[in-house]
């Protein structure tokens, strides 16, 4: 899959997640937004609520979701023979938005009302998409080939070599301009901040500063049209290359603690969804079968 294709494979599944959730709220927002005790009494309640006709049905697709997603990408990490159907990168995104999709499917299912034992297994599913927001962040960080595998950090600093070299010698980059590059990188690969948090953003705020000044820089060599945004590109890439090396242990071991902290949540909703479907059924309530 090429970029573009990628980049628009990525704005479809954003897009349908952004266009059901606001298909849904606009469909359903004089119900959802009438008082719990009221609602029996509105025109759309037997549709709308979580054993009518849409609710029940918008939570069975969310289930179904959500247990593709997650058992869908774990047999593709687990089984040889599936390990060349298709880029684990693209299997761990469709994850991510079969796992975001069911969620907001699941969130209209319960009309908002949440209580008893189900409300664990909805507050365990918030937990699993907001630890999966920041493992997904965490997991960009770690460089991979285009099969998924970990790099090196022999891998790292070789493709940062062979960047510069396509800075000086393709694009005839100034010597003092590099050298410039060179020096912010290696001071910001001391941060004095101890706080995690604080260094990410300030690290991103640096490289967006960094790229404009090389940018200036760049024009005012007579680098112009396609060069300039071609080196401009690879100057970007070097500098997100240059973070990486610099936070691949740190990166590497908050995925690990992220394993014990993500996993658990989404133990606690599967067994959690799988009673109460099975409740919901003993009582008889099973859609259209």
């Known amino acids: ?28 927002r004089s119900y959802y937004t009438t008082s719990v005790h009221e609602r029996h009494f509105h025109e759309q309640n037997e549709l709308l609520k979580p054993s009518g006709f849409v609710g029940h049905g918008i939570g069975i697709a969310g289930s179904a979701f959500m247990v593709i997603g997650v058992f869908g990408y774990m047999a593709r990490k687990r089984f040889r023979r599936l390990s060349r159907l298709g880029i684990l990168k693209h299997w761990l995104e469709f994850h991510i938005f079969l796992c975001t999709l069911g969620p907001v499917l699941v969130l209209y299912h319960t009309s908002f009302k949440f209580g008893g034992i189900v409300a664990v297994s909805f507050w365990s599913m918030v937990a699993v998409v907001v630890s999966g927001i920041i493992g997904r962040f965490i997991y960009l960080q770690i460089p991979r080939t285009i099969e998924g595998r970990e790099m090196s950090l022999n891998d790292l600093n070789s493709m940062e070599t062979d960047l510069y070299d396509r800075l000086k010698d393709q694009f005839q ?3 003092q301009t590099l050298s410039k590059m060179n020096t912010a990188l ?11 948090l604080i260094r990410i953003v300030k690290r991103f705020l640096f490289e967006q500063k960094l790229v404009r000044q090389i940018k200036h820089e760049l024009r ?3 680098i112009k049209g396609r060069n300039l945004r071609k080196s ?19 990166m590497q071991n908050f995925l690990r603690y992220w394993h014990v902290a993500h996993l658990p949540f989404a133990l606690i909703m599967l067994v959690i969804m799988i009673v109460h479907i099975v409740i919901a059924a003993l009582f008889g309530y099973t859609w259209i079968f």
């Open 1 to 28: 899959m090429g970029r573009l294709a990628h980049t628009i494979y990525l704005a479809v599944l954003t897009g349908i997640v952004v266009f059901v959730f606001i298909a849904l709220a606009f469909y359903g």
């Open 173 to 175: 980059v100034a010597p």
């Open 186 to 196: 290696l001071q910001a690969m001391q941060p004095e901040e101890t706080n995690y």
């Open 220 to 222: 005012d060599q007579g």
């Open 232 to 250: 401009t590109r690879i100057f970007k890439s070097k500098i997100i290359l240059n973070r990486r090396i610099a936070w691949l242990s740190s």
